[in-house]
Structures are given as structure tokens and as C-alpha cells.
T-cell receptor, first 116, second 111 residues
Framework: GAVVSQHPSRVICKSGTSVKIECRSL??????MFWYRQFPKQSLMLMAT?????????EQGVEKDKFLINHASLTLSTLTVTSAHPEDSSFYIC????????????FGPGTRLTVT | RKEVEQDPGPFNVPEGATVAFNCTYS??????FFWYRQDCRKEPKLLMS???SGNEDGRFTAQLNRASQYISLLIRDSKLSDSATYLC????????????FGKGTMLLVSP
């Protein structure tokens, strides 16, 4: 199956700093990428959908100025958590879809963010 | 009402047991249905799609009841390696993009 990577896999940062997470599709071109967040024992919650070359669409309740998404190429999307707070500590997972009328999304391995 | 609801679990079963997971969804216009598997601290992975006629993949059987808005997953002859959280996933209209995840049901298979 298609491969999606995320970097870093784990990050610890201090409150008030910004953290960038990269999501790459390694063997296919991803016209659409998705960013999810998962708190312990909770379901994955979609944060935003990004299409290459256009602005991301954020889900209700997700602050676009806090969670900056850039999808500059067909193989790379980045999520920057700005001015991180302890409540932003979570498991962030990206997924990528090749495009066309296909439902299949390929998930990255996730990034565990801890804000101290 | 939550869009996708699952048994809270965890389910503790011995090896070889048969276990069934249930899931209900609230939007009757939901188009596609899946079961994903998520290991601890890992990303979810597609286990199988769920078709209206029901479908089977080895020890796994998925069924869909659109009238009751109910999806099930049956695992026969449980293996230790089946221990994971099983996520019910629904695609809500209008498109192919939005996966809506249930909270998941944890399965623990013991020797």
C-alpha cells in the first residue's frame, strides 16, 4: 500500500513555543491531505482538510491561526502548532488521499506532542 | 447524539473465542462504512470495508444494516495478535473525503 511518513514522531516543547509537523506521501501524489488529532481514549477528530495549492478547510472549533497548515506540494503538508499550550498535547495524525473518486486515505504514523 | 457510537469496551477474551463489535451511526445518508484497527500509539489501519450484502475476510466478518443504521464486526478464533482497538468509520455525505471515526472498542485477547 501507499506510504505516508510523519516527522517528528515525538516532540516535547515548552509552553508558548511553536512546533512544526511534516507529513509526506512517499510513493504517490496526494492531492488532499488531512490532519487529525486524537486525545487519549478518544476518537480521531478531523482538524482540517488541505488541498495542494489552496487554503486548508478547518473543522468547526479548530483555530486556523493556531494550527497553520501548508500544503505546498503534492507530497508534503505541514502543520504548525503556534504558541503551544499543555492542552494542545495530543497525538496528531495526518493522512493522504491520491485523488479522484476514491475514499481510501493512507495514514501517517502520527506525532505525539507533549507541551510542558 | 454522536455521529458514530461503539461499545465502550474493553473486551477481554481468551484465545480462540468469537467476539462481536457493534456500531451505530446517526446520519442515514452515510455512504460508506469501514472497520479500522489501531494498535496502541499507532496510526489506524484499514481492516475492511463493510458492504450492504455483508462481507468476510478470513476470520473477520462485517455486516451492515442500513435500516437500523448498524454495523458489526465479528472475529472468529481470536488470536493474541488481534489485541487492538477497533474503530468504526463512516463516510458522511456529500463527498469521499470525510472519515468520521467512532471512539473505538479495545479488544484484549489473552492466552
Amino acid at each position: 500500500g501507499a506510504v505516508v511518513s510523519q516527522h517528528p514522531s515525538r516532540v516535547i516543547c515548552k509552553s508558548g513555543t511553536s512546533v512544526k509537523i511534516e507529513c509526506r506521501s512517499l510513493d504517490f501524489q496526494a492531492t488532499t491531505m488531512f490532519w487529525y488529532r486524537q486525545f487519549p481514549k478518544q476518537s480521531l477528530m478531523l482538524m482540517a482538510t488541505s488541498n495542494e495549492g489552496s487554503k486548508a478547510t478547518y473543522e468547526q472549533g479548530v483555530e486556523k491561526d493556531k494550527f497553520l497548515i501548508n500544503h505546498a506540494s503534492l507530497t508534503l503538508s505541514t502543520l504548525t502548532v503556534t504558541s503551544a499550550h499543555p492542552e494542545d498535547s495530543s497525538f496528531y495524525i495526518c493522512s493522504a488521499r491520491a485523488g479522484g473518486e476514491t475514499y481510501e486515505q493512507y495514514f501517517g504514523p502520527g506525532t505525539r506532542l507533549t507541551v510542558t | 447524539r454522536k455521529e458514530v457510537e461503539q461499545d465502550p469496551g474493553p473486551f477481554n477474551v481468551p484465545e480462540g473465542a468469537t467476539v462481536a463489535f457493534n456500531c451505530t451511526y446517526s446520519n442515514s445518508a452515510s455512504q460508506s462504512f469501514f472497520w479500522y484497527r489501531q494498535d496502541c500509539r499507532k496510526e489506524p489501519k484499514l481492516l475492511m470495508s463493510v458492504y450492504s450484502s455483508g462481507n468476510e475476510d478470513g476470520r473477520f466478518t462485517a455486516q451492515l444494516n442500513r435500516a437500523s443504521q448498524y454495523i458489526s464486526l465479528l472475529i472468529r478464533d481470536s488470536k493474541l495478535s488481534d489485541s487492538a482497538t477497533y474503530l468504526c468509520v463512516v463516510i458522511l455525505p456529500p463527498g469521499y473525503s470525510t472519515l468520521t471515526f467512532g471512539k473505538g472498542t479495545m479488544l484484549l485477547v489473552s492466552p
